[in-house]
């Protein structure tokens, strides 16, 4: 665990947690509870709660059992190690909550062997910008995508052009984190542009041979290169 300060809100350890495994690349994230791991409701309360011993998807539904779930140790409870868990396992971090007054499950944990609870990475690791790209850098604006751009970037890995954007929202400047969203509205991609929102309103829809001649001047072809983009 992180050491917090009072500025900090409440919850930050765990999630400050996730943020340093992600910049030291680590391949685990062992955070210690009171609990053995996450129920299916608080264990104290309920003698019929379960442990879940595996974690493949983290859903609002259990999202909202670890709302009930309960942890008295640390800062944030049971739901802030969740999303501790999803920032983790976004970035491709293997992530134990495991009771840190019970030394055999956390021996269990490092001689490998599944404890406590064990949440599987969503996604391949990512390499440590696009772990900060991912959740360590805050979002300033959104870019509504059309089909075939939302495709492009997922299927084939390319970058995104002015040509696959249908509209912005948000005040930002080149060099910033947007969101990106499919038609549905549904977050798919998160990035940092090369164009502030001013100039991005200018161009959007256009080809890259057309960015030259509507604003004198051009940085790239790519509104946010695959190498500055993660996958969400």
């Known amino acids: 665990d992180t050491v917090s300060?009072?500025?900090l809100k409440f919850g930050d350890n765990d999630r400050l947690a996730a943020l340093v495994a992600s910049m030291l690349d680590a391949g685990r994230l062992i955070i210690l509870s009171d609990v053995d791991g996450l129920?299916?409701?608080d264990p104290r309360k309920d003698a019929q709660a379960v442990l879940i011993?595996?974690?493949t998807e983290i859903t609002p539904?259990?999202?909202a059992i670890a709302k009930g779930a309960g942890s008295i140790a640390g800062t944030g409870g049971m739901y802030s190690k969740l999303i501790a868990a999803k920032m983790a396992t976004q970035r491709g971090i293997i992530v134990n909550i495991v009771n840190g007054r019970r030394s055999d499950l956390l021996s269990?944990?490092?001689?490998g062997r599944v404890a406590g609870t064990e949440f599987v990475p969503t996604v391949k690791r990512y390499d440590a910008r696009k772990g900060w790209i991912a959740t360590g850098i805050r979002?300033?604006?959104t870019l509504s995508?059309?089909?075939g751009a939302v495709t492009a970037l997922t299927s084939a890995g390319k970058s995104l052009l002015p040509s696959g954007i249908t509209s912005l929202e948000g005040d930002f400047e080149r060099g910033d984190a947007v969101y990106c969203v499919s038609p549905d509205g549904k977050r798919m991609a998160k990035g940092l542009v090369n164009y502030s929102h001013k100039e991005l309103q200018a161009i959007i829809?256009?080809?890259?041979n057309q960015i030259q001649a509507v604003l004198g001047y051009k940085y790239s072809d790519e509104v946010i290169h695959r190498d500055n983009m993660i996958i969400l």
């Open 53 to 55: 011993p595996t974690v």
């Open 39 to 41: 129920y299916t409701d």
């Open 205 to 208: 829809g256009l080809k890259t």
């Open 108 to 111: 269990s944990v490092l001689n």
């Open 5 to 7: 300060i009072d500025e």
């Open 139 to 141: 979002s300033t604006g």
């Open 145 to 147: 995508l059309d089909a």
């Open 61 to 63: 539904e259990l999202e």
